[in-house]
């Protein structure tokens, strides 16, 4: 079993597979094939079939998974990331969506604290995570062993906030600034561009 | 000049290239080649052209645009959208993020309105734009000939709030709710996944 890099869409798919195979509600050795489980969920078979396999190295040919078995390899790829922790710079209104955004639990991921340079926005925000001042960040980063960061600042502090995360230890980055970061090679980006998701949808209306 | 479905990564750019353009303060007659541009963002010079040429159709070879007709030509493709205007259904902390985002407005779009059914969201959310109970949400839409719609619902009302959107006469939907939504043929439809998005980052990580 191997899960370096699982793609997005296969990724995006198992929540369903491991929903559908618990709702089965099977015995210890009961066997289920691939096929058995695109026809349940009404999927294309060599789809279902290769999404299992990067997951699972358990099927075997004519015979399938073992149901048990196959949730378990689901759980583990899913919930081996049950400790992973991510943290927020940026406070502002989306910055605390995302801090409140239960979604993320699916795939065991964790937004454990904001941090804000902002002290109305420490004082007044009433939200169920801690919201730290800056200060306080690389020590949080270093203890906790973050290394996840998401970045819900403006533009132009966008990069001052990235380095200060790389320098925190962070190797993973979520930026939701409209800004080009510039990051060490041994960081992985991904920017996340709402305005022009919209325009683009908007764009293929007319 | 068409700019019939622009692909999305040039559409991302065109902010870019108006306000390079903006800056260099040219005079009426001024010529400026896709090569020029180019160099001056430190960009590949086939992708500008291509880029370009998806939006102004005033380009000659050898000489290059007329940079003030470029101007009309990029504000026309991005502004041709100033008066497109978004509602969402759903104002929660992601939808009321959303509604004071003001990224959106680059490309000429604004979301005028968001509707609700909790009272409680209604009465006390301080947000600078309008929070509609749902009742008023289908002559809204018509009245004011709302053509996109986003949802930030939950997963078990996102296709009951779809189909309010499609009978309001909605066409193109952008679904931040876990659901995967049926639709008409002629709805377009953006389906968001913010905590698959993470989740990818993360496993690249590992």
Not at 56 to 85: F, M
Not at 129 to 152: H, S, V
Not at 167 to 181: C, E, M, V
């Amino acid at each position: 079993m191997s899960d370096s890099c699982i793609p997005r869409a296969t990724l995006g798919r198992l929540p369903m597979y491991l929903t559908y195979l618990q709702g089965l509600k099977v015995s210890d050795h009961t066997t289920i094939s691939a096929a058995a489980i695109a026809r349940g969920l009404n999927l294309g078979e060599v789809m279902v079939r290769k999404d299992l396999a990067a997951v699972s190295g358990s099927g075997r040919p004519k015979v399938g998974y073992v149901a048990c078995e196959l949730i378990c390899d689901l759980q583990a790829c899913l919930e081996q990331r049950s400790d992973t922790k991510a943290v927020l710079i940026g406070a502002g209104k989306l910055g605390r969506a995302l801090l409140e955004f239960s979604g993320f639990e699916e795939y065991g991921i964790q937004i454990v604290a904001a941090f804000d340079c902002n002290d109305q926005v420490l004082r007044y925000s009433r939200t169920s995570k801690e919201i730290l001042p800056m200060r306080e960040f690389a020590k949080y980063c270093l203890e906790q062993q973050i290394r996840i960061g998401i970045i819900t600042v403006g533009a132009g502090s966008a990069q001052q906030v990235a380095d200060m995360m790389v320098d925190a230890g962070i190797r993973a980055i979520w930026n939701f600034a409209p800004f080009d970061l510039h990051l060490p090679s041994d960081v992985v980006l991904k920017q996340e561009n709402l305005a022009l998701s919209l325009a683009h949808l908007c764009n293929q209306l007319k």
